[in-house]
């Protein structure tokens, strides 16, 4: 399985991202795929997570209401939408198919600070 994520960058607090992941060497569609995050220090968190079809999100609570997770099961992409950007949400971002713990990118960075 490789993960390929990116979309990630430097903004100021209040600002918003996009962040994208392509995955292959697996069947896409039939997979929930999820979005962590990793703080410097700090232990690897779930933020998202989208069934299969899409019908299904559910959020971390530092997550409701301010980011939005989607995909796009043709382009074998996950998306993660950031909106209203804190620095606490500084970390890397990774995304990963449900049931492949040991498969991991090189994750996305993301930066929020004056």
């Known amino acids: 399985v490789q993960l390929a994520e990116s979309g990630g960058g430097s903004v100021q607090p209040g600002g918003s991202l996009r962040l994208s992941c392509t995955v292959s060497g697996l069947t896409f569609s039939r997979y929930a795929m999820t979005w962590y995050r990793q703080a410097p220090g700090k232990e690897r968190e779930l933020v998202a997570l989208i069934t299969n079809d899409g019908g299904s999100t559910k959020y971390a609570d530092s997550a409701k209401g301010r980011f939005t997770i989607s995909r796009d099961n043709a382009k074998n992409t996950v998306y993660l939408h950031l909106n209203s950007l804190k620095p606490e949400d500084t970390a890397v971002y990774h995304c990963?198919?449900?049931?492949?713990?040991?498969?991991w990118g090189q994750g996305t960075p993301v930066t929020v600070s004056l």
């Open positions: 990963n198919p449900v049931g492949f713990p040991q498969s």
